[in-house]
């Protein structure tokens, strides 16, 4: 499956500009019940690190899509942050929390794509 979603790819590129790890694009597109079209889940080593990722996302999503969330919660923690775009709605997790939700599991019928890292 390939992403032609600017706004995905923008998100991709945030995230991979502060080394998040893990990059999971599930296309929800065509999913009765679905919430957003695209779910894009990652992680950070650390809470400061999701931190990072997450103001990275914002900043690519503004210049290189137009696009800024409508919601972001999570921050001051920084253990699972979301991001709401409408469209597309981003997570950035510390492993041990994404490991707890396991939300790759969550819509077994999307489409699903893994970046590998880049390291």
Known sequence: MEIKDKL???IVKGIQEKKGQDITIADLRGIDGNIA???VICQGNSPSQVEAIADSVCE???IDAGEKPVHTVGLPQAYWVAMDF???IVHIFIPEARDFYNLETLWEDAKVINIPNLD
Do not use: H, L, M, Q
Request: avoid cysteine; glycine fraction near 0%.
């Open 86 to 88: 409408v469209d597309v």
């Open 60 to 62: 690519t999503a503004r």
């Open 8 to 10: 995905v790819e923008a």
């Open 37 to 39: 079209n695209y779910f």
